[in-house]
């Protein structure tokens, strides 16, 4: 089983950057791919970006760019790099770890990003 935990959000001014982190933790030698989602009030979680374990990266339109997505290669921790934030971007951010092993997502508890005008 695996198990993921985000840190790092906060509230920063449009145009200024944040850095994500998600540290995942028990069968980490399962995951094939991570990612991050987002999610605001009263809608649905919607993809930001993805990477699997051969380095292939997936990015929403909306952060092509300005985000960029990193791991280590044991697949222990990855991060979120997000530049020239937007209010736009405010919204819980989710990490999520893919697995081979049931269960086969592991969401985290989510973080919040807050991005003022």
């Known amino acids: 089983q695996v198990q993921v935990v985000e840190s790092g959000g906060g509230l920063v001014q449009a145009g200024g950057s944040l850095r994500l982190y998600c540290a995942a933790s028990?069968?980490?030698?399962?995951?094939?791919?991570m990612g991050w989602y987002r999610q605001t009030p009263g809608n649905q979680r919607e993809l930001v970006a993805t990477?699997?374990?051969?380095?292939?990266?997936n990015y929403a339109d909306s952060v092509k760019g300005r985000f960029t997505i990193v791991r280590d290669t044991a697949w222990r921790s990855m991060y979120l790099q997000m530049n020239s934030l937007k209010p736009d971007d405010t919204a819980v951010y989710f990490c999520?770890?893919?697995?081979?092993?049931?269960?086969?997502?592991?969401w985290g508890q989510g973080t919040q990003v807050t991005v003022s005008s």
């Open positions: 990477i699997t374990s051969g380095g292939d990266t």
């Open positions: 028990g069968s980490t030698y399962s995951i094939y791919k």
């Open positions: 999520i770890a893919y697995s081979l092993a049931n269960p086969q997502q592991s």
